[in-house]
C-alpha cells in the first residue's frame, strides 16, 4: 500500500538553528511530493513542491528540500529557524497513475517548536 | 477575499443530527477536494470534484456522507446522522485543473471545526 511517514512527530529547535524534517514515502513509481505548512486557525500553504528534473527545489520562507530516490525521502531544511517558523509541517505525495489525480496523501505531521 | 473560504468555521452538533459544510473555491477553480483531518492527524482525502463531475468519491467514509458541487463552483459537504467519530476539521482545496497533463497547487480553506457531542 502507498503511503507517507513523517518519523518525528514532534521536533523543538532554537531561534536562529537549522531545522529539517524527515519524510518517507512509499509508492510504486516517483510522486509529486509536497510540503504544507499549518499554522493554527490557518489553512494549509504551500511550502514546495517536486514533480521532477533538479532534486533540490526552493519553496517560500526560506525553506528547501531535496528529493532522494535511493532512499525514498523528500526532507525539509531551513538553514536559519524564525520563531515564526512554529507551526505543523505536513509532508503530502500526489498520485503517479491515472485512477485519480485529485487526491494528496499527507503523512501524520511534524510539530515544530521554535524556543528562544 | 481570493482564497477558499468555508462556513462554518465551528459547527456543534448533536449525535443524529444531520449538518452541512459549506466551500467557496477560488473563482475559476475547476478543481475542488474535500479532506478530513482528525485531531492531531494529517488531512484524510474525502473526494474530488472536476467542475459539477464527481471524479472520485472514494475517501468517504460511509453513505451518510454525501457532498455536491451541482454549478461547478460553490461546494457541500452533507454529514447525515452524525456520530462522535465525524468529529474534526474538513477542509476545502481547490486549484486550477488537475489532470495527468496538468496537475496544479491545491489551495486550502481554513477549515470547518465539526463537534459531535
Known amino acids: 500500500a502507498q503511503s507517507v511517514t513523517q518519523p518525528d512527530i514532534h521536533i523543538t529547535v532554537s531561534e536562529g538553528a537549522s531545522l529539517e524534517l524527515r519524510c518517507n514515502y512509499s509508492y510504486g513509481a516517483t510522486p509529486y511530493l509536497f510540503w504544507y505548512v499549518q499554522s493554527p486557525g490557518q489553512g494549509l500553504q504551500l511550502l514546495l513542491k517536486y514533480f521532477s528534473g533538479d532534486t533540490l527545489v526552493q519553496g517560500i520562507k526560506g525553506f528547501e528540500a531535496e528529493f532522494k530516490r535511493s532512499q525514498s525521502s523528500f526532507n525539509l531544511r531551513k538553514p536559519s529557524v524564525h520563531w515564526s517558523d512554529a507551526a505543523e509541517y505536513f509532508c503530502?505525495?500526489?498520485?503517479?497513475?491515472?485512477?485519480?489525480?485529485?487526491?494528496?496523501?499527507f503523512g501524520a505531521g511534524t510539530q515544530v517548536v521554535v524556543t528562544p | 477575499g481570493a482564497g477558499v473560504s468555508q462556513s462554518p468555521r465551528y459547527k456543534v452538533a448533536k449525535r443524529g443530527q444531520d449538518v452541512a459544510l459549506r466551500c467557496d473555491p477560488i473563482s475559476g477553480h475547476v478543481s475542488l477536494f474535500w479532506y478530513q483531518q482528525a485531531l492531531g492527524q494529517g488531512p484524510e482525502f474525502l473526494t474530488y470534484f472536476q467542475n459539477e463531475a464527481q471524479l472520485d468519491k472514494s475517501g468517504l467514509p460511509s453513505d451518510r456522507f454525501f457532498a455536491e458541487r451541482p454549478e461547478g463552483s460553490v461546494s457541500t459537504l452533507k454529514i447525515q446522522r452524525t456520530q462522535q467519530e465525524d468529529s474534526a476539521v474538513y477542509l476545502c482545496?481547490?486549484?486550477?485543473?488537475?489532470?495527468?497533463?496538468?496537475?496544479?497547487?491545491?489551495?486550502f480553506g481554513p477549515g470547518t471545526r465539526l463537534t459531535v457531542l
Open positions: 503530502a505525495v500526489g498520485p503517479h497513475s491515472t485512477d485519480s489525480w485529485g487526491k494528496l496523501q
Open positions: 482545496a481547490s486549484s486550477l485543473a488537475v489532470s495527468k497533463s496538468s496537475y496544479n497547487e491545491q489551495f
